[in-house]
Structures are given as C-alpha cells and as structure tokens.
C-alpha cells in the first residue's frame, strides 16, 4: 500500500473537495466522508492535518485518490532498493571502504569460479590418497597464504622482472622459499610456468587488498560489513544528473597492484587464471531529486567491478546542495575541480535557492 506524508493527504483530500464541488456544485463534505466510510467530524478535521497528528488512514488516501484522482502535487514515485540513507558526509566517509568490499567480494568470487578451480587442480596436488581433491586442495591453501612466512615473502620479496629470454635464477630461488612453505601445508607444485606470477597474485588478495581482512577460499572476513539494504519509494522529480567515469580511481588500484606486483601484468595474458583487471570501479550516476515536501535527494548509482552495481541514497541539505553535489561528484569523479554552472541553471528552474546567488523577485 502507498505510504502519504502529511503534506500529501492534505493536497489529497483539498483537491477531492475541489473536485465534489465542480461535479455537484455544492460543497457536500459529508457525502465525501461517507464515501470513504467516515464520520463527516473526522473528515473535517483531517483537513486540517498537522505535522504530527492524522486523521484518515492511507487507505482511506487510496479511496478518495480513485474516485477523484490524484493533485498535481504529488509525483510519481521510484520503487529502489538501495543501501541505508546516510548524509554527504556519512556516504563520503564510507564511500571506498564499501566499494573495497564489492570488490573483495567479486575477486573471491573470481578464485572460486571454474577458471580458478581448473587452475588449481593443474598446479597442485595434496599429500595424501586423495591428491586432486579441490577441496582439500583450497582449504591447505587458505591457511598457507595467512602463514606468517609466506606474508613474510609477499612483503619483502624481491620484485624480480622476468623477460623474453627466460626465468632469471633469483626468480627461481624466490619459488623456492614458497615451495618449502607449501610443503608444510602438505601440497607440491605441479607448474609448467607462471608459478612465480601465480603466487603475486595470490599473495596481492589474500594479504594487500583494501577490503579483505582475511582470505580463504570460502568463508573470508572483509574489513567492512556488508551495507544495510531498504526498499524506498522515492517521489518527485529528477532535476539534475550527472555520470562519469573515476579514471583515478582506476589508475590507483591499477598502480598499487602492479608497483607491488609487477608479474601480474603478464599473469593475466594467462587463459588459466581469473581475470582482475575489472576490479575497479567503472561508472558512476548521480540523480538529484526534489520532491513534493521540497525535500532533495541524490540517487547514486555506482558499478563496482563488473557485476556489482552500488544503489545509495544521501539526503542533501536544502541549504547546501551546491556545496554538497560538489563533494559528491568529486569523491565519485576523481577529478579536483567540478562544473557547477549546469547544477545552478536546473536548481534555478526548478524554483530551488542557491547559496551565494542573489535572488531578484
């Protein structure tokens, strides 16, 4: 059922007093009260509603909005799901720490896809009667990449290049020191190449990605908690939008990647191994609505990797929306500086004030 604000049902119910009145000529509230089955005192009154008390029921909303439509003064509305309504300052703070995470969550998703399962079972073999078991296989390698020595290695490992002419002997011996860890965990190595890249990559999720706290093939902690989900109604009208794409953004994760571990870059010529250049942020959408109460609303639509897709709504100050669409963009954007002039010329015709702009009426 539609929920009314106070706002609302008075423009609901004025405007099916006008309408009575233009079809019967005569103003008959009674006959309106009876209509919607209550007592003509009550009905009275609820024209008069206040901010904090109401006397007819949405239901009784709905009955009069069919038989005398609805005032031009409510819009249409957006049904969404979106993450928690938070403030431009809250959804700021928050803003790469939750896109760490949808990005967590896609690379895990990554190393449990069937590309990574193949691989795995192509380049390792447990200990024991059962030396191909996946399972087995991923659960020794959890608890391999959070061993103490082999974060050891991915902190302090030379960064060795290989090149065109082969496998240098440090890159060899750096393969050795992770070998004799996995042999603790009970697993060898079966590699025909790539071993040296494999293990950058794997130690690059496990141990330097901004939103997992502790990697395991199954049942990783990330280091924020996954964004309360509402289901919302969002009435009135877009007056402003604006899209990009973060090219920084992408140029940071890219950079930390690969200054960290530069073989990655030719670990994903690879047809074995997920794929993580996507691990970055791609697009961004920001609607700014204004709605019956003259209340504003940013809907920020952000994708993340490429599956997810980030829906948020930031309630804006009325008495700061420039300033706060300003903040907005840039921290989607990347970019230091935002044009401002196209906000300021949709805020004015939609009847918004903008501060520092003189109004001549």
Request: proline share 2%.
């Given at each position: 059922?539609?929920?009314?604000?106070?706002?609302?049902?008075?423009?609901?119910?004025?405007?099916?007093?006008?309408?009575?009145?233009?079809?019967?000529?005569?103003?008959?509230?009674?006959?309106?009260?009876?209509?919607?089955?209550?007592?003509?005192?009550?009905?009275?009154?609820?024209?008069?509603?206040?901010?904090?008390?109401?006397?007819?029921?949405?239901?009784?909303?709905?009955?009069?909005?069919?038989?005398?439509?609805?005032?031009?003064?409510?819009?249409?509305?957006?049904?969404?799901?979106?993450?928690?309504?938070?403030?431009?300052?809250?959804?700021?703070?928050?803003?790469?720490k939750i896109n760490h995470?949808?990005?967590?969550?896609?690379?895990?998703?990554?190393?449990?896809?069937?590309?990574?399962?193949?691989?795995?079972?192509?380049?390792?073999?447990?200990?024991?009667?059962?030396?191909?078991n996946l399972n087995l296989?991923?659960?020794?390698?959890?608890?391999?990449?959070?061993?103490?020595?082999?974060?050891?290695?991915?902190?302090?490992?030379?960064?060795?290049?290989?090149?065109?002419?082969?496998?240098?002997?440090?890159?060899?011996?750096?393969?050795?020191?992770?070998?004799?860890?996995?042999?603790?965990?009970?697993?060898?190595?079966?590699?025909?190449?790539?071993?040296?890249?494999?293990?950058?990559?794997?130690?690059?999720?496990?141990?330097?990605?901004?939103?997992?706290?502790?990697?395991?093939?199954?049942?990783?902690?990330?280091?924020?908690?996954?964004?309360?989900?509402?289901?919302?109604?969002?009435?009135?009208?877009?007056?402003?939008?604006?899209?990009?794409?973060?090219?920084?953004?992408?140029?940071?994760?890219?950079?930390?990647?690969?200054?960290?571990?530069?073989?990655?870059?030719?670990?994903?010529?690879?047809?074995?191994?997920?794929?993580?250049?996507?691990?970055?942020?791609?697009?961004?959408?920001?609607?700014?609505?204004?709605?019956?109460?003259?209340?504003?609303?940013?809907?920020?639509?952000?994708?993340?990797?490429?599956?997810?897709?980030?829906?948020?709504?930031?309630?804006?100050?009325?008495?700061?929306?420039?300033?706060?669409?300003?903040?907005?963009?840039?921290?989607?954007?990347?970019?230091?500086?935002?044009?401002?002039?196209?906000?300021?010329?949709?805020?004015?015709?939609?009847?918004?004030?903008?501060?520092?702009?003189?109004?001549?009426?």
């Open positions: 059922m539609v929920k009314y604000t106070n706002q609302q049902a008075n423009l609901i119910i004025s405007h099916a007093v006008a309408v009575h009145e233009a079809r019967y000529g005569k103003r008959k509230e009674y006959e309106i009260a009876e209509l919607i089955n209550v007592d003509p005192a009550v009905f009275s009154k609820a024209k008069g509603n206040s901010a904090d008390k109401r006397y007819l029921q949405d239901h009784h909303l709905n009955e009069l909005v069919e038989e005398y439509g609805k005032p031009y003064g409510i819009s249409k509305g957006v049904y969404l799901v979106a993450e928690e309504c938070l403030n431009t300052q809250e959804y700021i703070k928050r803003y790469h995470r949808f990005l967590a969550v896609e690379a895990l998703n990554s190393w449990n896809g069937e590309k990574a399962d193949n691989a795995l079972n192509e380049y390792f073999k447990a200990y024991g009667d059962d030396p191909y296989i991923k659960e020794r390698l959890s608890n391999f990449v959070n061993d103490e020595a082999f974060i050891e290695w991915a902190n302090c490992h030379e960064k060795i290049q290989t090149d065109s002419w082969g496998i240098p002997d440090k890159v060899t011996e750096e393969c050795d020191r992770v070998r004799d860890i996995l042999h603790e965990y009970e697993l060898e190595t079966l590699f025909a190449d790539d071993e040296f890249e494999f293990f950058e990559q794997l130690a690059f999720f496990a141990n330097f990605h901004d939103g997992i706290n502790k990697f395991r093939f199954e049942n990783s902690t990330f280091v924020t908690e996954e964004p309360t989900q509402i289901e919302y109604v969002l009435s009135g009208h877009s007056i402003y939008e604006c899209s990009g794409y973060p090219q920084k953004e992408r140029d940071y994760l890219y950079r930390k990647t690969h200054e960290t571990f530069p073989h990655i870059l030719k670990l994903n010529d690879s047809y074995k191994l997920p794929y993580i250049y996507a691990n970055h942020i791609h697009s961004f959408n920001l609607s700014l609505y204004r709605t019956d109460s003259e209340s504003y609303y940013c809907l920020i639509n952000v994708k993340v990797g490429e599956k997810a897709f980030r829906a948020s709504i930031v309630k804006i100050n009325e008495a700061k929306i420039v300033e706060e669409i300003n903040l907005l963009t840039k921290t989607l954007s990347g970019e230091n500086e935002t044009d401002l002039h196209d906000l300021k010329v949709k805020l004015a015709e939609a009847g918004a004030s903008i501060s520092g702009v003189t109004s001549l009426c």
